[in-house]
């Protein structure tokens, strides 16, 4: 079965560095999306990408954070400058994006970030 | 702006009982999704649903979507030690708009 992946499962960055997430979507969706869950809260919206530019971003997505689709299989969200507080589980999700009443975001594993 | 109430929060239950989790939300919608999470993992989608009462069944858990009262429920059945996770419900606009999630409830399903 068809599966978003993500890399690296784990990173751990000292604050101020910038850092890549790097997720492959599922082949034939159109829509991507980041979402993160700080320890033990609930899953926040970043940022939707579609046709190669954002569809919707929110407050938290801010001029730190960018993303970027380099090639037919890869989507990033770089942090340029990372801070104590974006410490947090990130999670890419895409969907089909055909305007499918029954479309729904599959997640990949995530990518657990630390920055001390 | 859209906001989505999950309760209860934490959930401590036995092997073989029933209990329902409350999903409420403050705007229009006709589409709820219900995720689990076990620790330190992804989420994995239960349930889709999409109009006025829709219910959907997977084994020990129900869903149901009541868009009037916009309430739904996640009903378990006869606990297991296999459910215990935590359960998300979330709603959007429309299909392919950003999820709104609840805080989550964590289940954890006792001998």
């Known amino acids: 079965e068809p599966e978003v992946t993500q890399t690296p499962s784990h990173q751990v960055t000292q604050m101020g560095q910038e850092v890549i997430l790097r997720c492959v979507p599922i082949s034939n969706h159109l829509y991507f999306y980041w979402y993160r869950q700080i320890l033990g809260q609930k899953v926040e919206f970043l940022v939707s990408?579609?046709?190669?530019?954002?569809?919707?971003k929110s407050e938290i997505f801010d001029d730190q954070f960018s993303v970027e689709r380099p090639d037919g299989s890869n989507f990033t969200l770089k942090i340029r400058s990372t801070k104590l507080e974006d410490s947090a589980m990130y999670f890419c999700?895409?969907?089909?994006?055909?305007?499918?009443?029954?479309?729904?975001?599959?997640f990949g594993p995530g990518t657990r970030l630390l920055v001390l | 702006e859209l906001k989505v109430e999950q309760n209860p929060l934490f959930l401590s239950m036995q092997e073989g009982k029933n209990y329902t989790i409350y999903c409420n939300y403050s705007?229009?919608?006709?589409?709820l999704y219900w995720y689990r999470q076990d620790p330190g993992k992804s989420l994995e989608s239960l349930f889709v649903l999409l109009s006025n009462g829709a219910v959907k069944q997977e084994g020990r858990l129900m869903a149901s979507l009541d868009t009037k009262a916009r309430l739904s429920t996640l009903h378990i059945t006869a606990a297991v030690h296999d459910l215990s996770a935590t359960y998300f419900c979330?709603?959007?606009?429309?299909?392919?708009?950003?999820?709104?999630f609840g805080k989550g409830t964590r289940l954890s399903v006792i001998a």
């Open positions: 999700a895409s969907s089909e994006g055909r305007g499918l009443i029954q479309e729904t975001q599959y």
């Open positions: 979330a709603v959007d606009y429309s299909g392919n708009t950003p999820l709104v």
């Open positions: 990408f579609y046709n190669n530019e954002i569809s919707e």
């Open positions: 705007t229009t919608s006709d589409r």
